[in-house]
């Protein structure tokens, strides 16, 4: 890896800090080329504190290390995307990351779905809410509706109309996530049996 630590007069180049699970980013540091090294041999994310002037070993107080898992290097060859495992909080404040957000795995525009669902059961008026009214028929009748909108799948996909397809693709997969819902599971869950398949 060769890092153009001569860009800047410092010697110090930017350490992006990503989870390599959640991909959620949690800290900024810096290093120079002694604390890149350190890294790679110890496994354990170190950088040069600009503030106490000398290497720095992320939790070398407070046990919160960040577990070495993969460095990138990016076009330009001056900044780091260091993933790591995290153990315990990121942040010196006790937050998961300097961001102050929770590290959790998120699945994007799905996660979203999976909260507005949970809102809407939470919040709303069944008489309002195709959500919450079909919750309020219970667990049979929300099974009972995968069932169908899967078979309206199966329909669309032996024929040529793609529109048809992919609106009916979506119709099942958030009817999924409602049973998810119904059973008290949530799409991680899924995937964590997925990814044991997988090892």
Known sequence: MNVDFNKNPDGLVPAIIQDAITQKVLMLGYMNSEALQHTIESKLVTFFSRTKQRLWTKGEESGNVLNLVDIKLDCDSDTLLIKVSPKGPTCHKGSDTCWNEENVQSYGFL????????????????????????????????????????????????????????????????????????????LNDVVNVLKGRHK
Request: aromatic fraction near 8%; avoid cysteine; hydrophobic fraction near 45%.
């Open 111 to 186: 996660s979203i779905l999976e909260d507005v669902i949970t809102s809407r059961i939470e919040n709303a008026d069944s008489q309002k809410s195709y959500v919450a009214s079909l919750f309020a028929k219970g667990i049979n009748k929300v099974a009972q509706k995968v069932g169908e909108e899967a078979v309206e799948v199966v329909i669309e996909a032996k024929d040529n109309n793609d529109d048809l397809f992919l609106e009916e693709s979506a119709d099942l997969l958030f009817h999924y996530l409602m049973l998810l819902k119904a059973k008290g599971y949530k």
